[in-house]
C-alpha cells in the first residue's frame, strides 16, 4: 500500500475514532439526547460517511482528474487542509468542554462561549469538519470527487445549523442573537 493510500485511509479513519469517542463520552455522562436534535447527529454522520466513501470511488473517474494530472503537491496540500481541519474541530470541542454534546442538546446556565476560535465564528467544529471534506477532495484531485465529499456533509451540517441556532436562541436568548452579530457561521468575516 502506498503511503498516499495509507494517508487517505489513516486520517479519516482516526478522524472517524475520534467522533465515535465523542459519542461514547456523551453516553457516559448522560448526555447526547436526540429531543431536540431532529436526526441531525445521524443525518450528518450518514452524509459524511456517503461523501468521503463517494469521492473514493469517484476517484478512479479520469476525465475528471485536476488540470495537470495528480501530483505530490497537491496531495499533500490536501492532506494539510485536512489535519488543519481535525486540529480545528478538537480546538472546537475542548473550547467548549462540558458544553460540547453531539446532538443539538441544551440546558439551562449554559452561556454563550465566545473564546477561542468562536471569537470569529459560530460553528468551528463544522467548519473544521468541512475542511477535512475539502481536504479530501483536494488530495484525491479530482473534481467529482471534490463536490461530492463537500456538498452532501455540507448539506447535512446546514440543515444541523438551522436547527442548532434555533435550540441556542431558545435557551440563551438574546445572549446568543448579540453573539450571532458580532459572529459568522462558517468562515470568518464571509458568512
Not at 501530483?71 to 496540500?77: C, E, I, L, P, Y
Not at 456538498?151 to 447535512?156: E, G, K
Amino acid at each position: 500500500m502506498t503511503l498516499y493510500i495509507t494517508l487517505l485511509i489513516l486520517i479519516p479513519t482516526i478522524w472517524l475514532a475520534f467522533e465515535i469517542g465523542l459519542v461514547i463520552k456523551d453516553h457516559s455522562r448522560g448526555k447526547g439526547k436526540t429531543i431536540r436534535d431532529k436526526g441531525t447527529r445521524f443525518f450528518n454522520f450518514v452524509a459524511i460517511t456517503f461523501g468521503i466513501t463517494a469521492a473514493a470511488i469517484l476517484n478512479g473517474i479520469q476525465k475528471f482528474v485536476f488540470p495537470g494530472g495528480k501530483t505530490s503537491t497537491v496531495f499533500f496540500v490536501g492532506i494539510a487542509i485536512m489535519l488543519t481541519g481535525m486540529a480545528l474541530r478538537y480546538w472546537a470541542v475542548v473550547t467548549l468542554g462540558a458544553s460540547f454534546r453531539t446532538t443539538i442538546e441544551t440546558e439551562s446556565g449554559q452561556k454563550v462561549i465566545s473564546a477561542g476560535p468562536y471569537k470569529l465564528i459560530r460553528h468551528p467544529s463544522y467548519s473544521g469538519w468541512l475542511l477535512i471534506c475539502i481536504g479530501y477532495g483536494i488530495a484525491v484531485q479530482n473534481w467529482l470527487s471534490l463536490i461530492v465529499a463537500v456538498s452532501l456533509p455540507l448539506t447535512a451540517l446546514l440543515y444541523r445549523i438551522h436547527a442548532e441556532e434555533k435550540a441556542l436562541i431558545s435557551t440563551l436568548g438574546s445572549d446568543y442573537v448579540e453573539y450571532q452579530k458580532r459572529t459568522k457561521r462558517l468562515i470568518p468575516r464571509v458568512w
